[in-house]
């Protein structure tokens, strides 16, 4: 009994203890999480916004000259003989730049001009001669021809006097004989309707003088009516009868009179219609004799041209008889000239070439500035003998820059002229320069191996973006290193987060977790994604709200303390961080690198 008692006693003991132990350490972990409240287990989420997302392509470029320009010479072995501008100078377009001794080339000039002179004088002669044997054949060809060729002029000058004469007077006579169908007509077809106008006039006469009969009575009870109104007074008790009478009568030979009006004018209507019967027989006649007389000035003006043109054709065969006896005389002369007049060209053309290559390298001892700019290079001087081989100076145009930058052939197919850029330089600080994509090389510069040290190892093609810039600054110089991001797309004040937000469900839909307000139950909404950054992916849905809290996979994102802690960055920054030496700040094998397009956007 005393060993049972003694072994409970030891187990209760040892339980106690236990309970003692987990009690302890039940205060000291409620102590650390007050002490530490990070340690507590929540869902990460982020604060939905609308913001401004874009999709960029980032590189590390140079500035340079909108416009450069290397200036040399085709002289050779010739000395230098002044230099008129320095390195640093600004010029205009045609200032002299660089002048070379001439004093040899002025020599060299006037002994070929003198021997070309010569020259030109015996050949001239020579071709003087050939050029006389081709005038005397002419002029015995026109002395023996000129009688011949009067003869003929006169004849056609008669001939087409009286071609002429027999076109107007067949003009005449057609139109003569149009004139007299078209009064026929007209006669004719009033003619037919002779008996129905006479009828017309007859009965707008009857009608005519019933309306002026109408219209005197009528009349006549006006006057009446306005006689007996005229003496009455107002407050007789047949007053307003009379004045109703008076009215009535004064309506009624107006009307009358205005019928009869009418009923003249159809009369004489009727009348002008009728006489123009006798108006058109009459016009018919006379055009019918103006026909007659036509014909017959035509008929005597078409004999007299054929008279005139057997003359003219005579006149030329004769001429062309006598002028062949003397045409074979001028085309052997011509032949000769012809023969004579390629030996001289062929003989003053050679010395002539020596003139001007004389006259070229004379003109080319003055070299002026092709552009309006600034002397970035000299590489001559006064005293130097220039050999042909080497730039004699460089002008750069310092009022419009560009950036020179090269991109992968990844990220080359993405560019197109016309993109806006934005480009910062470390002389210029945090001020962006807007620009716009000028020129996109069609080929490679250079292609460079990936791993020198590897055999297997790929290379990537290199290819030439110029941008030019829209604003400017003062501290710009040319060979400044300028960080780039061109815009491929962008969109603003939309829903955007962060891609490991959106989750597919077995459906392949789109949707985000989105927590209540309390912070607990999470609910799923739809979406449809649009564009994407290198961080965020635009998101569009019926519910979404601005603030509401998104759900965040633990792996992808910092607690929202820690979020919106840390320093802003601007997208130019966050694309350059993945864009070293140059290259694109996007990742190339379908992913996105950290950094380009990250919060903020453009």
Known sequence: MKKGKIKIIITAAVIFLALLIVLAN??????????????????????????????????????????????????????????????????????????????????????????????????????????????????????????????????????????????????????????????????????????????????????????????????????????????????????????????????????????????????????????????????????????????????????????????????????????????????????DLTVTSKEVENNLKNQKKQVQEAEEKLGECVITSPITGVITAVNVEAGDIYTGESVLFVVQDLSQFIVEASVDEYDIADIEKNQEAVVKTDATGDEEL???????????????????????ASSTASYTVKIALEDTSDRLRIGMTAKTSIVLESAQDVFAVAYDCIRTDKDGKSYVSVLDEDGGEEKQIFVETGMESDYYVEIAGEGLEENMRIVTPAASVKSEEENTSGDTKSLFDLNMEGAPGGQSGRNHEGGKMPGGGAPGGF
């Open 26 to 335: 039940g205060i000291r972990k409620n102590a650390a999480k007050e002490k530490n409240p990070e340690n507590v287990s929540f869902t990460q989420t982020e604060t939905l916004k609308k913001r401004d997302i874009s999709n960029s392509i980032s590189l590390t470029g140079s500035i340079a000259s909108g416009d450069c320009r290397s200036v040399s010479a085709s002289m050779k072995d010739v000395e230098v003989k002044e230099i008129a501008a320095a390195v640093g100078d600004y010029v205009n377009a045609g200032d002299t730049i660089v002048v070379f001794d001439s004093e040899d080339l002025e020599e060299e000039l006037a002994d070929t001009k003198e021997s070309y002179e010569v020259s030109e004088l015996k050949e001239n002669q020579t071709l003087k001669k050939a050029q006389d044997n081709v005038e005397d054949a002419q002029t015995n060809y026109n002395s023996q021809a000129q009688k011949q060729a009067d003869n003929v002029s006169q004849a056609k000058t008669a001939y087409e006097a009286a071609e002429s004469a027999k076109s107007q007077a067949k003009s005449t006579y057609e139109s003569a004989k149009e004139t007299a169908e078209k009064a026929k007509k007209e006669y004719e077809k009033l003619k037919k309707k002779k008996d129905s106008l006479k009828s017309d006039l007859e009965s707008a006469s009857r009608n005519a003088q019933e309306k002026s009969q109408a219209a005197e009575q009528a009349k006549s009870a006006y006057e009446t009516a306005e006689a007996a109104i005229k003496y009455a007074k107002e407050e007789d008790e047949n007053y307003a009868a009379l004045y109703e009478a008076y009215t009535s009568a004064y309506n009624t030979y107006e009307a009358a009179n205005k019928a009869a009006q009418e009923a003249k004018a159809g009369e004489e209507q009727a009348k002008a219609a009728y006489d123009a019967i006798e108006a058109a027989k009459q016009k018919y006649e006379e055009a019918k004799a103006a026909e007659e007389q036509a014909k017959s000035s035509y008929e005597t003006a078409s004999a007299e041209a054929s008279k005139k043109s057997t003359e003219y054709n005579s006149a030329v065969t004769s001429q062309a008889e006598t002028n062949a006896q003397n045409a074979d005389n001028i085309e052997e002369s011509k032949s």
């Open 434 to 456: 807007k620009g716009v994509v000028t020129y996109v090389a069609p080929t490679p510069e250079e292609s460079e191996g990936l791993d020198m040290g590897n055999s297997n």
